[in-house]
């Protein structure tokens, strides 16, 4: 499979686990990837470890990247805002994937890091333009690193994988 069309897919996949696993619901419209009736969760996946055709491993760092207007989104919508910041590991490389239907399968491991909204503000803001024959962006990045991430004050292991509440994050807004 491709890295861009399997990117598209595997962010299914993930959503729905944390959705699954934090007891949100998936947010089919624009917006936050994650929302109840009190808050909201927006999500960041990174594929940490993978592997290349050799079955070597590739040292990739672990960061993330957000979009700037999704800063807005706690103002906009009106609930308690936090980021989930996830890492996942696969078990085999991307390219040796052959069907969709077998992205769960491969999966290793994965863990969801849950932040404060407002940790985001500590990232520069990344201005990005570019332009092809067929197409024109600008766009505004912010990359939030692991080493950034506060100290873990509760970690769930949940099926599939571990959920991490960090400093900062209320324990009782959430049902694990």
């Not at 070597?56 to 979009?67: A, D, R």
């Not at 906009?76 to 936090?82: Q, S, V």
């Not at 407002?118 to 333009?129: C, D, H, I, R, V």
């Amino acid at each position: 499979m491709k890295a861009r069309k399997f990117n598209g897919i595997m962010k299914f996949y993930n959503h729905k686990w944390a959705g699954i696993v934090l007891g949100m619901n998936v947010n089919e419209n624009p917006g936050p990837d994650l929302v109840d009736e009190y808050k909201f969760v927006e999500l960041k996946f990174s594929l940490i470890n993978p592997k290349n055709n050799k079955n070597k491993i590739l040292n990739y760092p672990k960061s993330w990247t957000v979009l700037e207007h999704q800063m807005d989104y706690e103002n906009n919508i009106g609930l308690k805002g936090y980021w989930g910041l996830g890492i996942y590991e696969l078990d085999r490389p991307i390219k040796s994937i052959r069907s969709k239907y077998d992205l769960e399968f491969c999966v290793l491991s994965r863990e969801l890091f849950i932040v404060k909204f407002e940790l985001m503000n500590q990232f520069p803001k990344n201005y990005t333009s570019g332009k092809t024959k067929i197409s024109e962006w600008e766009n505004i990045f912010r990359y939030p690193r692991f080493d950034k991430i506060p100290p873990i004050s509760k970690t769930y292991k949940v099926k599939g994988g571990l959920i991490h509440l960090t400093k900062w994050t209320n324990k009782n807004n959430f049902n694990l």
